[in-house]
């Protein structure tokens, strides 16, 4: 069996064998190619659909990218190997193909329970049910339609909806009880569900007795958004709720950059279940590398780091770059020679050249002294081939970067930002260091995917605005805004007693121009005010802080 490391190295084998041409344009990373060949297998797609829906940016490979999972598949059976896809797709051929076995499966068993069905993929139901078919259809499958959150990766939501009608005779019960939140955030949550169309209809009605209205807070802009949540989680502390019962929540990581920032300049410790934080992941240090090059030309380990991104460049390569650059008056400027150019294999040059010339833009743009500028910037030059050909997730992870750049606006001189982002990095070591001790409370800060099952006494929601949530990603699927409906009651079904709902007015990114005026997400508008409590702050102050040379 091929654990996902496995196959990673295989693909690998597999690219190499092919001797793809590439010259300006990068192909995708085993990893990416694993993404899309999986996907493809769970959704029964296409791989060419599955190219041109999830990854545009590689359709020019497509032929290659399907000679790849052909050699893939070759290499697999030659092995007498399978993957983790393998072993659902040869379950169901079994069921398919040979029926004496499928009977024989199928009366092992008196009765079936499949639980969190809301999540299973096209294979899986066809499993489960093919499964069922040999033992008089006992079957029971239990799930939340409202929370089929999963179909980016590869969830299908008919499964659950659609089960009566292929199973005549079924009996819906249908669990409306909760126990967890209060009469007026259920209230709110069932005006908000309520609007999809596709759904088993349920009412959620609370078994504890009445609190608080959820609070929509608008706030100037994400700085604000900061300050706010900040402030309040530390005046709840001092009420006396512990920091492991509030969390904040948001739809995209990114979301979390600010504040992330102000918590530590506060000194409130806090863990990340969405990922690692926002400062430590891997594009933002890419990003910072560039930075830290135009500050400091004679930083070593930043001129690795951009070297080894380069393709055809590894360690050998790199280090005989830095040696040619270290012994220059300005390594910079040796850089963009054609001598150092002439060190590289010929097949990496073309992307060398390119690599060059963003240097140049940059070097250039750097003498205006402007971080945020530069930074977009660098959205702009070959590194976003890099991100879209090596990252899982690429265009989240451009946005990670365009909120670097929205960070970055309120420092005057890269000097300043690069070392603020060194005294935030201090600071995040101390708190590591004091909260190493299984004693130390933290608060919770998560997207809403990963805080499903979850629950807190106090949730924080950010950046509920028209572009920020729904995902602007996510409406473009056909039944995506319906799926971003079922995301939001999850975020706010995760309250026990206060919900606080915060949606900037001011956009502050390249998108918006530093200046956009932004509309509350629609999922606030579409609920009656009458269910929520308008809070106000002075709108008036400063938001973002003045961070001077």
Known sequence: ILDEEDQRDLLKVCVTEARITVEEKRFPAPSLLQDLISFAFNTEQPLAVVIERRAPHFI?????????????????????????DDLLGWWLTLLQDHPEAAARLGRQFRCLLVDEYQDTN??????????????????????????SIYGWRGADYDNILKFPERNPGTEIFRLEMNYRSTPQILDFTNASIHQNAN?????????????????VIPVNDVYQEAAFVAQRI??????????EEIAVLYRA????????????????????RSGVRFFEQAHIKDVVAYLKILQNPFDEVAWRRLFLMLPRVGNVTAAKL???????????????GDTV???????????????????????ELAQHDVPDALIRSILETGYVDYVRANYEGAESRLEDIEQLGVFARSYR??????????????????DVAAGSSAETERLILSSVHQAKGLEWQVVFLLRMCEGGFPSPMALREEGGEEEERRIFYVATTRAKEDLYILHPLVDLSPRGAGGLLLQPSRFLQEIPFTLYEQGEIDLSASSAPDLSA
Request: charged content about 20%.
């Open 341 to 363: 150019r002439s060190m590289l294999p010929p097949n990496a040059r073309p992307f060398f050249t390119r690599f060059q010339h963003d240097l140049k833009h940059l070097q």
């Open 413 to 430: 001189s890269l000097q300043a930002l690069l070392s603020e982002l060194i005294l935030l990095g201090e600071l995040y070591g101390q």
């Open 234 to 243: 530390l005046q709840l502390r001092d009420e006396g709720i512990a920091l």
């Open 122 to 147: 096209t294979i899986q139901a066809q499993i489960v049910e093919r499964v069922a078919a040999h033992n008089g259809c006992n079957l029971m499958v239990v799930g939340d339609d409202a929370q």
């Open 199 to 215: 759904q088993f209809h349920k009412t959620l009605v609370a078994s504890r007795p009445e609190g608080s209205r959820p609070v």
């Open 60 to 84: 020019q490979w497509t032929k290659e990218i399907e000679g790849i999972l052909s050699r893939y598949a070759a290499k697999k059976r030659h092995a007498n190997a399978l993957d983790y």
């Open 322 to 336: 830095w040696d040619a650059a270290a012994s220059a008056a300005d390594p910079l400027t040796a850089l963009l």
């Open 253 to 272: 990581h990114a979301h979390s950059t600010i504040l992330q920032a102000e918590l530590v300049r506060r000194n409130i410790p806090y863990e990340i």
